[in-house]
């Protein structure tokens, strides 16, 4: 066998097992997520409210960049088959990462804001 042989081997079985795996792990933390940040006594906070849209973003994307991937494994690929899907795809996977970056930049911004500026030594690292 030779090592681009083993090499394919190795794709179609990360694929085949250990994306779901993650996409699993993660669509049931974003769940969480949305879950927790939905309720009314958290949308007071605006890190809870980015929190949440950070979420929002990561279901999305994660679902459009992983499950064509899997499911393209076994049978024909409809990204590749369809121009309109593929670049509906690319839009989606790139708004969803560039959203989710930029929130979580701000979330990231506004604690270590709060840290900064707390009298309380208990949220300064």
């Given at each position: 066998m030779?090592?681009?042989?083993?090499?394919?081997?190795?794709?179609?079985n990360?694929?085949?097992?250990?994306?779901?795996t993650?996409?699993?792990?993660?669509?049931?933390?974003?769940f969480i997520?949305?879950?927790?940040?939905?309720q009314?006594?958290?949308?007071?906070?605006?890190?809870?409210?980015?929190?949440?849209a950070?979420?929002?973003?990561?279901?999305?994307?994660?679902?459009?960049?992983i499950?064509?991937?899997?499911?393209?494994?076994?049978?024909p690929?409809?990204v590749s088959?369809?121009?309109?899907?593929?670049?509906?795809?690319?839009?989606?996977i790139?708004?969803?990462?560039?959203?989710?970056?930029?929130?979580?930049?701000?979330?990231?911004r506004?604690?270590?804001?709060?840290?900064?500026?707390?009298?309380?030594?208990?949220f300064?690292?």
């Amino acid at each position: 066998m030779s090592i681009v042989t083993t090499l394919i081997l190795v794709q179609q079985n990360i694929t085949r097992y250990i994306l779901p795996t993650m996409l699993a792990l993660g669509n049931l933390g974003n769940f969480i997520t949305i879950g927790m940040f939905s309720q009314k006594k958290y949308q007071t906070n605006s890190c809870s409210i980015y929190l949440l849209a950070v979420s929002l973003f990561s279901f999305i994307g994660v679902n459009w960049a992983i499950v064509p991937l899997v499911y393209a494994l076994d049978h024909p690929d409809p990204v590749s088959s369809s121009l309109i899907l593929c670049r509906i795809r690319g839009y989606i996977i790139h708004t969803c990462s560039m959203g989710d970056r930029s929130l979580r930049r701000t979330t990231l911004r506004r604690v270590h804001f709060v840290a900064i500026i707390s009298s309380h030594d208990h949220f300064v690292a």
